[in-house]
């Protein structure tokens, strides 16, 4: 059960189908840009989506707003440095900000960076500084429920390492939880293996710890050695093993806005700091109010709380096998900020093309109000640079994003009525063509048309 009660609420809207549908055409069929007072259930993201504790909401009101050397900056720097051991934390106003700015200083023309996975956001950052992004996720066995799923293969990293393109290696970047991949962990073994070898070519090696309490619970829940270990305990010792780290504290930071880096490179974290003045405030707060940074200090304390990370490892898994049982291919094992599942698979007769992933979570909005966000060829799809059809995503998913600590089991029993609604008339769905649409990331804005 939820290991919490509510102490505050919000009400929920209920657009009728009329209005759910009127609604869908005008936002040219992409969920993303329907208005939030038009959502019964919104599962689009768990980014800045949390609700906060009400001992967040008592800090917010020692935030001390002083341009320079604020105490909220000092609170936040020693909640950081404890959990992560890094000396050097710079607040920064998001994630994708903390990426542009480490990963400029990182990374020049032509020069590689290599991941588990990249993070879309990620991938954006190093190809803006003129380098290439690559992903070695560890090879998947079919049929097989892998308890690491988000492992970097370090086999590949080693011929890329050994061979001839490995001097353009720069970085490398463990992204924990690995969230294009599923949510899936990474294991500590995994770390340990990327570190000795990053070592021995002298690269670095930053985590990209948006969900890093998720992963050190999963490495708890998954890995016997660690079975007796705390969460922050597993986390201390993924940060130990990394060179430094940058983070939404929009997903494991509970709180609604916030980045931060943090590093060991003093020499390296000043030059990020002229940047961080240049593109987000002074460097003791980063483009945060100083309340922001006492919610986030508080929260980065609530967030490695066993029972907390356990009732969100179990709801997700309960809500997944729920989804399942409601006739959806549910990839396994679940994680913990969401539940993804194969629309490629309910809805095998639509072409990836045609947007089956989008068909699927479109229907789900006009069934019930209910909200996810597809992660398949509209996401993932790549352009056919001779102007033909859309090369294909691998898989064609979606995701029920748990946004932390706000919807009860009750409403995901609702989110689970609604899906089976959906399965049960999975063939008769059309698929959807793009009518109009922008350059990187144009899941955001395109519009579409239903075929
Ligand atoms: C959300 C996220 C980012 C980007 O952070 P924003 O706060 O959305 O800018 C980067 N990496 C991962 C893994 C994320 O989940």
Known sequence: MEPFRIKAVEPIPFPGPD????????AGYNLFRVPSRLITIDLLTDSGTAAMSAAQWSALLSGDESYAGARSFERFEVVVQELTGYSEVLPVHQGRAAERILLHALL?????????THFDSTRASVEAAGAHALDLP?????DVADPFGGDIDTKALRELLAGTSGPRVRCVVLTVTNNANGGQPVSLPNIVATRNLCDKYGIPLYLDASRFAENAYLITERDPAHAKSTPREVAHAMFE?????????????????GGLIALRDAPLADRLREQVIAFEGFPTYGGLAGRD???????????TDADYLRYR????????????????????????HAVYADAGLLLDHIPAQQLPATAFANELYLAGGVRVCELGTLVFGRRDPGGGADLPAPRELVRFALPRRVYTASHLEYVVDVTEEVCAKAEALRGYRIARQG?????????LEPL
């Open 19 to 26: 209005e759910r549908r009127a609604a869908l055409v005008a």
């Open 108 to 116: 020049g023309l032509g020069d590689l960076c290599v991941s588990n």
């Open 138 to 142: 560890a090879p998947v066995e079919d």
């Open 241 to 257: 093993l990394a060179d430094g780290c940058w983070a939404s504290l929009k997903k494991d930071g509970i709180a609604n806005i």
């Open 293 to 303: 940074l006492e919610a986030l200090a508080q929260g980065l304390i609530e967030v």
């Open 313 to 336: 490892a179990e709801s997700a898994r309960w809500f997944g096998e729920q989804l399942g049982l409601a006739g959806l291919p549910v990839l396994q094992p679940t994680g913990c």
């Open 439 to 447: 350059g990187a990331m144009r899941q955001f804005t395109a519009t």
